[in-house]
């Protein structure tokens, strides 16, 4: 692929994975009754950003009724509703919500991926799952690498899927790899074609399971964003 865009396009026509292939589809045509009026998207989510990001987030995987609803990576749901007011309250964004394709939100210097495209049951993607799609996001880390600056991985299961993505661009992991934390800061260092390091950092996932009780605050979300931009050179 040579282009993000040309990648943003071969990912929506996935079909690789049966089960979430299968569950994406389902939850599009049956829809939940508060969006029942709504033409589901009901395939694989692209990422959402500039094609020159100095800074990528990294997920877990659409909502059912967010992503997958929306066609845009964390818009329409809680979790997007915390990412996206951060993102704003520290100059990352124009706007502080995103609720549809089209709405008027860009993002600044800022790229938003997944490990998983497709929404999966319970929002819990198998390991199986997480490995066939791993290709996708070792070519958008191919293709962001002359700008990328910073990482930020939202929770644990993207923390696994984001260090073999690494270091299939050039970017091998410190040896034993690093453990997942909130507040982690990794620094990969600089590799021949590319000006500098690469700082990863680690931060809660914006779950509701981790912000209704108040594991992950606002603020902490803040500083870590904060701190990926101002590595990225973005603040």
């Known amino acids: 692929?040579?282009?993000?865009?040309?990648?943003?396009?071969?990912?929506?026509?996935?079909?690789?994975?049966?089960?979430?292939?299968?569950?994406?589809?389902?939850?599009?045509?049956?829809?939940?009754?508060?969006?029942?009026?709504?033409?589901?998207?009901?395939?694989?989510?692209?990422?959402?950003?500039?094609?020159?990001?100095?800074?990528?987030?990294?997920?877990?995987?659409?909502?059912?009724?967010?992503?997958?609803?929306?066609?845009?990576?964390?818009?329409?749901?809680?979790?997007?509703?915390?990412?996206?007011?951060?993102?704003?309250?520290?100059?990352?964004?124009?706007?502080?919500?995103?609720?549809?394709?089209?709405?008027?939100?860009?993002?600044?210097?800022?790229?938003?991926?997944?490990?998983?495209?497709?929404?999966?049951?319970?929002?819990?993607?198998?390991?199986?799952?997480?490995?066939?799609?791993?290709?996708?996001l070792t070519n958008e880390l191919r293709l962001l690498r002359p700008t990328l600056r910073s990482v930020v991985v939202l929770g644990g299961f993207g923390w696994q899927a984001a260090w073999p993505a690494l270091a299939a661009t050039g970017r091998p992991a410190p040896r034993p790899r690093p453990r997942f934390g909130h507040g982690v800061r990794v620094t990969l260092p600089a590799v021949p074609d590319v000006a500098g390091p690469l700082e990863v950092f680690g931060c809660y996932h914006v779950s509701q399971q981790n912000t209704f009780t108040g594991r992950l605050t606002p603020a902490m979300v803040r500083e870590v964003l904060t701190a990926a931009a101002e590595s990225a050179g973005l603040r």
């Open 1 to 136: 692929m040579r282009s993000v865009a040309e990648l943003d396009e071969r990912i929506v026509g996935c079909r690789a994975c049966p089960r979430l292939v299968a569950w994406r589809e389902e939850t599009a045509r049956v829809r939940r009754p508060a969006f029942r009026d709504w033409e589901y998207w009901g395939r694989p989510v692209p990422g959402f950003g500039p094609a020159d990001a100095a800074m990528l987030l990294v997920g877990l995987a659409p909502a059912a009724h967010g992503g997958n609803r929306t066609g845009r990576m964390f818009t329409g749901d809680r979790a997007g509703d915390v990412l996206f007011r951060a993102l704003y309250d520290v100059g990352l964004a124009n706007q502080p919500t995103s609720t549809h394709r089209g709405d008027g939100m860009t993002l600044r210097g800022v790229r938003m991926t997944a490990p998983v495209h497709c929404a999966p049951p319970a929002n819990r993607p198998t390991v199986t799952e997480r490995d066939t799609c791993r290709a996708w």
